[in-house]
């Protein structure tokens, strides 16, 4: 039995997670969670009372929220080589959680279709989608990494979030994203996670079809 379990909906932010997971290689089980049963009921809720995934517990330790877990991932497996030296992760840490705080705060509120008046700008961390989004082409332009001279979990994290942006065109698809994306992407990780996700998305959603058609 594995330390290692890994709480998830396919279709959820867990993703990410389980592209970490393939990453690092460990063995590592996993419970899939449904959003309105198991996710916001015990035994879950004494995982993360917030009743949302991801989440995992690694031995009696449990973490919670995407960044974080990427982050203690890395530094639980270092064979895995997936952070750099800690002498070396200013901009490792910098970009995960600019990513984890501004950006998606920028670009969930530009989904739901609503962003701060001017007058209100200095109310929110990351001031407008523009200045957010523009902040992150500069770190990324010109660059094979963003934090390293290597694939770390910073450009996992990133990488997941500039994919998932531009897939659901929330983001201008100009080639400092859409190769970054690519690049990142390109991993048999990154090939297995998709894989095993597709799988459990499509049970989920056969089992669906008889409910539907009634």
Known sequence: MSSLTFYTHPMSRGQTVRWMLEEVGEPYETEILD???????????????????????HGDKVVTEVAAICCYLADAFPQAGLAPPPADRADYYRWIFFTSGPVEAAFS??????????ERQRMFGYGTYDLAIGTLEKALTGRDYIAADHF????????????????????????????YAARMT?????????????KLIAEIQAKQEPANAE
């Open 35 to 57: 959003y309105g049963s198991t996710m916001k009921a015990e035994p879950y809720l004494s995982i993360n009372p917030m009743g949302k995934v991801p989440a995992i517990r």
């Open 109 to 118: 509120n530009k989904a739901a279709g609503w962003e701060p008046t001017p």
């Open 152 to 179: 770390t979990a910073a450009d996992l994290f990133v990488g997941a979030n500039v994919n998932f942006m531009l897939q659901f065109k929330l983001l201008e698809p100009k080639p400092v994203f859409t190769d």
């Open 186 to 198: 390109d991993r048999d990780a990154y090939r297995r996670a998709k894989d095993i996700d597709g």
